[in-house]
């Protein structure tokens, strides 16, 4: 590739082989020695090496398939040595009843079927100590019941009261004949004359429920299907319930069993079975989720182990494509494959065996091994079939590693560096997969100088007649192909290196607007229950997945903290146990106290029932009947809602099942309402002791440390205001921890972990390639390629969209552990054969074939499930192809320019 013009001068030839001979300093004892000799000796004793290469495999596989795990949780990925993890471990010891929560998400068509479900379902999970330490429904709470009213607002308290007041005459009537023929006296009594607006007011709702309901019975298919009863609760409250309070959650904390690789995977299922053996399904209006960290971390368990199977699969697919075209012969083709599978497995073994349990960056080792192992038997396979074809006298097995031993060895080695570079950095992901990955690189090549020789020695001699036939046209096909290619590399180096210099340039400007996502949250499955659901609660304003918290060593400390990160502008509040004291209590006492009064008719007297036996069919078709008169009566704001209940009950007809039907859906709701209205009417002062034990716990330790809840202000998916929240609050209280700074601390953690592995990397491949190479010039043309890769990867994030995360940003480190060992092959075989031959040698193809099964190994890694394994794939991909590009164009037309730049000089 260095252009068919360069005649070197006898003094610069000197110099270049004098070069040459530098370089092979230390490939030269490994290539023509101990690595000949070592695959002179596999080859000898073929049947025993792969003996013993099979029971180290067996014995690998069975220590990954018993001993290996996978963590998904991204905090764990980090050293546990940082600040912000031990305030989230100390966080987590005091208040262990925060860790490892289901949150159970009630919604049902009216806030009375959500509190009944969940209510219904707290009850029978609790009763299963077995799979649940603990269930808390703070709704459910009996203090909560008694003293709701008092957490109103002094002014929706006394709204209420009002209301309350006007419909007890209504209230107190139905009491006493809780039936259709009570109804239907009720409402001729108040359509028999002019209502007040007032009384309108709460009358035409209620009418508006009965339409409703009654239009459901009617529609109804067979009188035994089941009609969801009349909430009555915005009946009496005068307020339109939203989405959120037809909303309940229950928290589980279940019973973990860590022999399992889903450990509350038994708790999930508990909860899904349970919820469908009370019927809380979509036939009753019920629907019943699931979500927290503690599902989240399964579903995306479930996604990463879903997901990496089949992509090891199509990986391992592409890459026997990729290499049947390439190597053309079946024997080499299943060599190859037969030393990468050993090889993935060998290193597999070590995984279990060094880390025991895989993340979600180090769970994409084995692809990552099979695009790069499978480099290094490709580079063997063709030196071995060019020494064959050359007729090289003695084994060719043993040429070919004398020929390319030194080279796989230095590829080796600065692929272990831009792995290892990953050992000495905070973000335990990228560190285990670099061990993993870095001693990968080391079993690959033993593998691939063992195993590989060991398989090809028992095939016959690689050239018979047709192979030679064949192969002897190979070698005039790529002197062609390679003459051309240096003649146009020759000719238009210059706008090679120009064009290359102005996209360098172009991503240089593109570098600002890079970017890291630092939210684990984007990378999980949106279409997983747990993530989808997630989202929809976000709006609710009883959820705060971005909340901190903060633990205070006392109360009286924890209001001073309080009041301190309240004056914080990103702070829209800090909640302390305080905070559930109600506000205002003699007010609300007072106005308690007078409800108490004129609603006390309600809970006195025979109450359901005192007039008299239930209504029997005759009856309830006589009060139907009322009914429809009445409402015939009805005027101004009634008038809508009476005609639609006319035509309901017009459709219903007498039929007496469906009559039934209907006074069940109208009124068994009330009476639980006027139950819960009677508890609530029971309030009294409430003190800090008076609060519930299990609030009380969650906000108190036993030694009397306070828990503070900091709400932020503004919407912390954006990452900007997450970072201005937490540097706010981690001035006021640096101890802070919670969802919010997690992130953001992680994320700067990560950002620092890979700017020292790329400095790492670097500066060892630097050091690397100035020991062998002795030579600044080279070193540099070496690395050119790659700072433009590394560059145009920056800017490809920019341009497709992809950010940096935590699973991807491992690509920039890699690139030049990986990328530099394309340039070492093209290097070394120039001066081996000479810039004339460089060409026509098996060393282009070779690096073509490594970097397209490279490609086609993370294209697989691409189609994951998971997004963030998914990210690494695409931007692998991108950085690997740039590398091949700029390995193949751009550095022989360096190595033009260079070399003929002092023949100018001298003529």
Not at 39 to 45: D, E, F, K, S, Y
Not at 169 to 195: F, I, Q, T, Y
Not at 831 to 854: C, E, I, K, N, Y
Not at 874 to 896: D, G, H, Q, R
Request: charged residues 20%; proline residues 5%; neutral net charge.
């Amino acid at each position: 590739m260095l252009g068919r013009g360069y005649k070197p001068r006898h003094a610069a030839h000197t110099n270049f082989q004098l070069r040459f001979r530098s370089l092979f300093g230390l490939t030269k004892t490994l290539g023509q020695g101990g690595l000949a000799r070592w695959v002179g000796l596999a080859t000898r004793r073929p049947i025993s090496v792969l003996v013993l290469a099979v029971a180290l495999t067996l014995g690998a596989g069975y220590a990954t398939i018993t001993t290996i795990g996978i963590n998904t949780n991204t905090t764990d990925m980090l050293s546990e040595d940082l600040a912000f993890r031990r305030n989230d471990a100390a966080m987590r010891a005091a208040f262990p009843q925060f860790t490892d929560v289901l949150s159970i998400v009630v919604e049902a068509e009216s806030p009375d079927d959500a509190a009944a479900a969940a209510a219904s379902l707290t009850q029978d999970l609790s009763a299963r100590p077995e799979l649940f330490r603990s269930v808390f429904y703070a709704e459910g709470e009996p203090f909560f019941r008694r003293n709701g009213l008092l957490y109103l607002d002094l002014a929706e308290l006394q709204a209420l009261s009002d209301r309350l007041a006007r419909a007890q005459p209504l209230l107190a009537a139905l009491n006493e004949d809780l039936s259709l023929r009570g109804l239907a006296e009720v409402m001729d009594r108040a359509l028999k004359e002019a209502l007040a607006p007032g009384e309108q007011a709460v009358l035409a709702p209620m009418l508006e429920r009965m339409s409703e309901t009654a239009r459901a019975v009617a529609a109804a298919q067979g009188d035994t299907q089941p009609v969801r009863p009349m909430s009555w609760a915005s009946i009496l409250s005068g307020v339109e319930p939203t989405p959120h309070d037809k909303r309940r959650f229950v928290l589980a904390q279940p019973v973990l069993d860590y022999t399992s690789l889903e450990p509350a995977a038994d708790a999930i299922d508990a909860v899904r079975r349970r919820a469908a053996a009370l019927g809380l399904d979509e036939r009753a209006g019920v629907r019943v989720r699931l979500t927290g960290s503690t599902v989240m971390f399964q579903d995306e368990l479930r996604s990463v182990q879903s997901g990496m199977g089949l992509v090891g699969l199509l990986s391992l697919v592409l890459v026997s494509v990729l290499l049947a075209i390439g190597l053309r012969l079946p024997r080499l083709i299943f060599a190859v494959l037969a030393t990468l599978i050993m090889g993935l497995i060998w290193t597999a073994g070590f995984a279990a065996l060094a880390v025991g349990e895989l993340n979600l960056i180090s769970v994409a080792f084995a692809v990552l091994f099979i695009g790069l192992s499978v480099d290094f038997g490709i580079h063997f396979v063709l030196r071995y079939r060019e020494a064959a074809d050359k007729g090289i006298a003695g084994d060719a097995l043993v040429a070919a590693a004398r020929g390319v031993g030194g080279p796989l060895t230095l590829s080796a080695v600065a692929a272990a560096i831009g792995f290892f570079a990953f050992l000495p950095t905070s973000y335990r992901g990228l560190s285990e997969l670099g061990l993993i990955s870095g001693a990968g690189m080391f079993i690959a090549l033993f593998a691939n100088l063992t195993v590989l020789p060991a398989i090809l020695s028992l095939f016959p001699a690689l050239r018979d007649r047709g192979a030679r036939d064949r192969d002897d046209r190979a070698p005039s096909a790529r002197q062609s192909f390679g003459s051309r290619m240096q003649g146009a590399l020759g000719a238009r180096r210059r706008a090679v290196l120009g064009g290359a210099l102005v996209l360098g340039l172009g991503a240089l400007m593109a570098l600002p607007f890079a970017r890291f996502d630092d939210d684990p949250f984007n990378l999980r499955d949106p279409d997983t229950e747990s993530v989808s659901t997630l989202n929809d609660l976000i709006e609710d304003p009883r959820v705060q997945p971005y909340s901190a918290d903060l633990l205070a060593p006392n109360l009286a400390r924890a209001e001073v903290l309080a009041t301190e990160l309240e004056q914080q502008p990103e702070v829209e509040a800090a909640i302390t146990i305080g905070d559930y004291i109600p506000t205002q209590q003699d007010d609300k006492l007072a106005i308690v106290e007078e409800m108490s009064f004129f609603l006390l008719p309600l809970f006195q007297g025979a109450g359901p029932g005192q007039l008299g036996a239930p209504p029997d069919a005759a009856a309830r078709q006589d009060a139907r009947n009322r009914l429809r008169d009445s409402l015939r009566r009805a005027e101004g704001r009634l008038a809508a809602p009476a005609g639609l209940l006319i035509a309901a009950l017009d459709e219903i007809g007498p039929n007496p099942q469906r009559l039934m039907v209907l006074e069940t859906a109208l009124l068994s709701g009330l009476r639980s309402r006027l139950d819960d209205l009677g508890e609530a009417l029971e309030a009294r002062p409430v003190g800090l002791k008076d609060l519930p034990a299990a609030l009380r716990d969650r906000n108190l330790t036993a030694d009397g440390r306070a828990k503070i809840e900091i709400v932020p202000r503004n919407d912390l998916r954006d990452a900007a205001a997450r970072r201005r929240f937490v540097d706010a609050v981690v001035a006021v209280a640096p101890s802070a921890s919670g969802a919010p700074i997690t992130i953001t601390e992680a994320g700067r953690a990560v950002v620092r972990a890979f700017l020292e592995a790329a400095g790492i990397a670097v500066v060892a491949i630097v050091v690397l390639l100035l020991t062998v190479l002795r030579s600044l010039r080279d070193s540099a043309l070496v690395l050119a390629p790659l700072l433009l890769a590394a560059l145009l990867t920056v800017a490809a994030t920019v341009v497709f969209g992809v950010p940096f995360n935590f699973a991807n940003v491992i690509v920039l480190p890699l690139l030049f552990g990986l990328g530099v060992a394309g340039g070492i092959h093209v290097v070394v075989r120039a001066r081996d054969a000479g810039a004339r031959g460089l060409a026509t040698t098996s060393t282009p193809g070779a690096v073509v074939l490594s970097s397209l099964t490279t490609i086609a190994s993370f294209c697989a890694l691409a189609l994951s499930n998971h997004r963030g394994t998914s990210s690494m794939g695409v931007l692998l991909t991108i950085a690997i192809t740039l590398t091949l590009v700029t390995t193949l164009v751009v550095l022989p037309a360096l190595l033009v320019q260079v070399e003929r730049t002092p023949n100018r000089k001298s003529s």
